[in-house]
């Protein structure tokens, strides 16, 4: 908050407190205050996770989870490598992958760290390189907090300000209803942006750039995400939302790809033993 219109409150604040005997002005004042300065945080890392729990609830109501145990331990695998070498290697809940049974060309990165990816989407991949860049992409998401800023400032204001002015145990059924729907929206926004909308060319652009930056420190070929959205586009592939929709045009994105992409060299041996690896668990979810 402003120094100066600090300054100026609390001068009010003691105005106020000569001229009334019991003070109710300073604590009134001091909690629109508190309350007003607690607005202004940003979402925390435990908040955000709820958020991201809810949205994955949402996703869950539209697709069921794919039963193939091991190919999502395989994913995760894959995905937790990524992150250790991600900008935001923790979060409040850590992070947790799984496949969606669906022959949708898709993944979704929920707040906090819960990253879906659909049984096509793996099959659209030709290698473990570009798994991995798929992953890479929606942790980047993630580390980046890109879903949880599309909650709209407004509904985030109001909830702190009910949160600040409020203690827990104060709170009437009107303030939990509000709280309620304000959670609710929230959620729906983070909803639109990942399943419906997909983000803004400048996210895109950063996901893809600190993506290949990770793919790099994991000893995956960065090149692997180019190659990929490459293929989509000869194919003529288009997402239902997530990594291929985006406003940007995948054109646009590949060309930017090039232009950021890393200089790595993996060994022959790394390639090989991942290339086995992926056949191995790929043919099992034939």
Known sequence: MNKLLYSLLLISAL??????????????????????????????????????RAAAARILMSYQLYDNRMLTEYINLVGQTVVMHSD????HAGYHFAVLDTNEINAFACPGGIIFITREMIHMTRNEDELASVLAHEIAHISHRDGIASIKQARWTEALTIIGTTAVKEYGSRDLAQLVSIFEGSVDDVFKTLVVNGYGQSQEYSADESAMSYLAKAGYNPKALKHFLERMTTLGKESEGGILKTHPGTGDRIENVKKKLPPVKVPDDFIHLRASRYHKILSSCQ
Not at 21 to 35: C, D, P, Q
Not at 88 to 91: A, D, H, L, V
């Open 88 to 91: 935001r290697p923790f979060t």
């Open 15 to 52: 105005l106020i407190g000569c001229v009334t005997t019991e003070h109710k002005g300073v604590n009134l004042l001091f909690k629109t205050l508190e309350a007003t300065s607690k607005a202004a945080r940003p979402i925390s890392t435990e908040e955000e996770h709820y958020v991201g």
